[in-house]
């Protein structure tokens, strides 16, 4: 799939070599849950589990449970974004990718246990799950990429959580309207913010094909909020988006 | 451009875990690079402390470690470039550049396209997930950058073998 993960741990204070061995190890089990999510999950994989549920070689019943929990958030995605997250309305068969990139980095962000760890920030292309703080109790600070310039920041948010963002400049990946079955181009791009990465990854990408239709379904989810940049460069959010404040 | 220190990580065909650890005060700074004659990066120039706040512990902004001096690894600056690696225009080959585990810089050493138009696209979205790093460290103070951002196969493949002729990986 060809997608760089970036984790940074961040200590309050410096690490002895004993803690940084810990961390070495839980390092080592997060790039393993992401190794299988690749195993499991890539459609450029024909052996992989979604593949041949995709191919009909097996059906729902056979899949690992990795995979019927994944489609089961995918349906509860599918529901909170009122259809404009439908992994089964994509070509070619079921296809959950939309939410797996998130859900596997927020799975990879829990193997940093350890208790040197004052905060730590899993980075999966773009979609972010984080906890705790780089340094005195502060938030995490993270830039929105502008879509129209994506070397320059658009916007800095304050960060508890996670943060995805969709955008129809993504690579090789049109987002399909379930509704007509075909692309989409109604925002520059879509960000959610969240507790959950995985859902978060879902519904960026829900609103992003839904364009500014997309933030009432946002509104009412407790915790989430949701940022879109226009076409034209404009902005319109949920009430609460996290924007950072001035430095 | 220096970009700060980080963990790579890859869903596919395991990059070293290559680690830093950021301590309190923020990571290195844009200005302090690694010192020419292979030894510790210059003590990094502490970025500006939120208005209101005040370390409490007094640790000058030089005592940040990186984690490599903690693991006892070198600090000599080394760069190499990976093998050409077949791309969807051409063929793409990525340096880079590491002190000690630490990746301090990566870009591309070549592009052989054929002349084919679509490449103008792929170099201006060239090394995109690790020009992240370089907006992170132009920006006061933020930590990540999140956007979709093109990421090429050829490319995480290419700097794969970068990595392993240092023997990184």
């Known amino acids: 799939m060809g997608t760089i993960v970036t984790i940074d741990v961040y200590t309050s204070r410096d690490a002895t070599a004993a803690e940084i061995d810990q961390v070495r190890c839980q390092l080592t089990a997060a790039r393993a849950i992401l190794q299988r999510a690749d195993e499991v999950f890539s459609t450029w994989q024909p052996g992989s589990a979604i593949s041949r549920l995709?191919?009909?070689?097996?059906?729902?019943?056979?899949?690992?449970?990795?995979?019927?929990?994944?489609?089961?958030?995918?349906?509860?995605?599918?529901?909170?974004?009122?259809?404009?997250?439908?992994?089964?309305?994509?070509?070619?068969?079921?296809?959950?990718t939309g939410l797996v990139k998130g859900w596997a980095a927020q799975r990879a962000l829990a193997a940093f246990t350890a208790p040197c760890i004052s905060g730590a920030i899993v980075n999966a292309a773009g979609d972010i799950a984080s906890y705790g703080s780089p340094g005195r109790g502060e938030p995490f600070r993270v830039g929105i990429a502008d879509p129209s310039a994506p070397r320059r920041l658009a916007e800095i948010v304050s960060l508890t959580g996670a943060i995805a963002t969709s955008g129809s400049y993504e690579r090789g990946r049109h987002l399909i309207d379930p509704h007509s079955g075909r692309p989409?181009?109604?925002?520059?791009?879509?960000?959610?913010?969240?507790?959950?990465?995985?859902?978060?990854?879902?519904?960026?990408?829900?609103?992003?094909?839904?364009?500014?239709?997309?933030?009432?379904?946002?509104?009412?989810?407790d915790g989430y909020e949701a940022l879109i940049i226009g076409l034209d460069g404009g902005r319109s959010r949920t009430a609460h988006f996290p924007f950072s404040a001035p430095q | 451009?220096?970009?700060?220190?980080?963990?790579?990580?890859?869903?596919?065909?395991?990059?070293?875990?290559?680690?830093?650890?950021?301590?309190?005060?923020?990571?290195?700074?844009?200005?302090?690079?690694?010192?020419?004659?292979?030894?510790?990066?210059?003590?990094p120039a502490s970025r500006a402390a939120p208005s209101g706040h005040r370390s409490s512990s007094?640790?000058?902004?030089?005592?940040?470690?990186?984690?490599s001096r903690a693991a006892g690894t070198s600090g000599e600056t080394r760069s190499a470039?990976?093998?050409?690696?077949?791309?969807?225009?051409?063929?793409?080959?990525?340096?880079?550049?590491?002190?000690?585990?630490?990746?301090?810089?990566?870009?591309?050493?070549?592009?052989?396209?054929?002349?084919?138009?679509?490449?103008?696209?792929?170099?201006?979205?060239?090394?995109?997930?690790?020009?992240?790093e370089a907006m992170q460290a132009q920006s006061a103070n933020i930590q990540a950058v999140s956007g979709a951002s093109y990421t090429s196969a050829g490319f995480t493949q290419s700097l794969q073998s970068a990595l392993h002729r240092l023997g990184l990986q």
């Open chain 2, 58 to 67: 007094g640790r000058p902004a030089g005592a940040a470690s990186p984690a």
């Open chain 2, 1 to 43: 451009m220096k970009r700060a220190p980080i963990v790579i990580s890859a869903t596919v065909a395991g990059l070293a875990g290559v680690l830093a650890f950021h301590t309190t005060p923020a990571a290195i700074s844009p200005g302090a690079l690694p010192a020419a004659d292979g030894g510790q990066p210059a003590a």
């Open chain 1, 184 to 221: 989409a181009v109604r925002v520059g791009s879509a960000s959610v913010t969240g507790p959950d990465l995985g859902l978060a990854d879902a519904l960026a990408t829900a609103v992003a094909v839904a364009g500014e239709p997309g933030l009432a379904f946002i509104g009412p989810l």
């Open chain 2, 81 to 132: 470039v990976g093998s050409g690696v077949d791309y969807s225009y051409g063929v793409i080959s990525v340096k880079v550049t590491v002190s000690g585990t630490r990746i301090l810089d990566v870009g591309i050493a070549s592009i052989d396209d054929g002349g084919n138009p679509h490449s103008e696209s792929i170099d201006q979205q060239a090394v995109p997930v690790l020009e992240q």
């Open chain 1, 54 to 96: 995709r191919s009909r070689a097996i059906t729902v019943a056979d899949v690992p449970a990795e995979v019927a929990d994944v489609l089961s958030r995918c349906a509860v995605a599918r529901e909170l974004s009122g259809g404009w997250f439908d992994p089964w309305a994509m070509p070619g068969g079921v296809d959950p």
